[in-house]
């Protein structure tokens, strides 16, 4: 467990980081309103690690 400053994207970007290290990731957000801005990263980050890597990466 990490204690993070309040920056949604910065907490996914981080999990995302983990999964693709090979860890097991579990993210809180603790407010739906900004749920949009993990999903930023998510979507630019996370989705793109096969462009990135030239192959498919596993995401735990």
Known sequence: MRST????GAI???GA???L???????E??????AA???DQLVNFAAKSTAM???RVPLP
């Open 5 to 8: 400053p309040l920056s949604e």
């Open 12 to 14: 996914v970007g981080a």
């Open 17 to 19: 980081g983990l999964a």
């Open 21 to 27: 290290a090979g860890g097991k990731a579990i993210v």
């Open 29 to 34: 957000i603790m407010f739906a309103d900004f």
């Open 37 to 39: 801005l993990a999903f």
């Open 53 to 55: 890597y030239g192959r």
